[in-house]
């Protein structure tokens, strides 16, 4: 079964301060998995995914993520935080079976303070 | 290109009553789902359909019904709504893997 942890449900940073959300997931295939972003009131934008290519996955607004496959993990990083980061963020794992399903974990939610 | 929509965007409802959520989407998707999200809880799938004319059951289906109308539109229909479905609504469609979001309907079960 596949299943996607959220190690922090809160983080706050200052900014310009660097960001860490932390994800851990488990697989029985190769997985393909993404970050997603919530901003208040709105809906799911992708911020970027990893499909079994580079290990280093670059993203929109400066965000990167590692896949690291031994440590069955895929934190989300950002060199310096900006206001406008503060949003709910979301680690998936996509389930290649059928019909792509998406597993999604509880959310982090990122506030970031002058 | 609007890319994913859904209305309304807010809705109360008492106990009992019934109402359809509309999506649809312009990317020319194979692929349409309708999740949940509740708090601390991430979003959960409801019902998806995998191409027009085809629909199946998520992991949190019951006290819901789908239609796909055509290849654009996807609706979501309560027939007898209940406190617990009081959520917010998300519609998303995918060609692969990538799954694109629409806004979310609030939806308020009194």
């Known amino acids: 079964a596949q299943s996607v942890t959220q190690l922090d449900s809160h983080v706050s940073v200052s900014e310009g301060t660097p960001v860490l959300l932390r994800c851990n997931y488990s697989?029985?295939?190769?997985?393909?998995l993404f970050w997603y972003v919530q901003h208040p009131n709105k809906g799911l934008q992708l911020l970027l995914k990893y499909t079994s290519a580079a290990t280093l996955v670059k993203g929109i607004n400066g965000f990167e993520a590692e896949f690291k496959k031994s440590e069955t993990s895929f934190h989300l990083t950002k060199p310096s935080a900006h206001m406008s980061d503060a949003a709910e963020y979301f680690c998936v794992v996509s389930d290649p079976r059928g019909y792509n399903k998406l597993i999604f974990g509880a959310g982090t939610r990122l506030a970031v303070h002058p | 290109n609007a890319g994913v929509t859904q209305t309304p965007k807010f809705q109360v409802l008492k106990t009992g009553q019934s109402m359809t959520l509309q999506c649809a989407q312009d990317?020319?998707?194979?692929?349409m789902y309708w999740y949940r999200q509740d708090p601390g809880m991430g979003l959960r799938l409801i019902y998806y359909?995998?191409?027009?004319?085809?629909?199946d059951k998520g992991e949190v289906p019951n006290g819901y019904n789908v239609s796909r109308l055509n290849k654009r539109e996807f609706s979501l229909r309560l027939e007898s709504a209940a406190p617990s479905q009081t959520s917010v609504y998300f519609c998303a469609s995918s060609e692969g893997e990538t799954q694109y979001f629409g806004p979310g309907t609030r939806l308020l079960v009194l």
């Open positions: 990317m020319n998707h194979n692929s």
């Open positions: 359909s995998a191409s027009e004319g085809t629909t």
């Open positions: 697989s029985s295939y190769s997985p393909s």
